[in-house]
Nanobody, 117 residues
């Protein structure tokens, strides 16, 4: 089993920045993909960004150039840096971390990000 714990969400003004963290523990394989998804009220959950254990990244068009995903394999932790001057009200959502390995997918409990003045 794998457990994921997200942290770093909160209330931020438009143009501000946040850094989300996702710490994974348990039976983690050396080859996996960690990703950030988000779900806004009334909308479906969508991919924000993902990163393989080898460091290959993928971003949703809506966040390219604004968000940066990274990971520390020694800590089994993934990060989502929402860069300064980049956050918009439409980024408001619950952000979920996902780890995929072999045929299994694991989700965190989510962390709320609210962008509002």
């Amino acid at each position: 089993q794998v457990q994921l714990v997200e942290s770093g969400g909160g209330l931020v003004q438009p143009g501000g920045s946040l850094r989300l963290s996702c710490a994974a523990s348990g039976s983690i394989l050396s080859i996996n993909v960690m990703g950030w998804y988000r779900q806004a009220p009334g909308k479906e959950r969508e991919l924000v960004a993902a990163i393989t254990s080898g460091g290959v990244t993928n971003y949703a068009d809506s966040v390219k150039g604004r968000f940066t995903i990274s990971r520390d394999n020694t800590k089994n932790t993934a990060y989502l840096q929402m860069n300064m001057n980049s956050l918009k009200p439409e980024d408001t959502a619950v952000y979920y971390c996902k780890l995929s390995q072999f045929v299994s997918n694991y989700w965190g409990q989510g962390t709320q990000v609210t962008v509002s003045s």
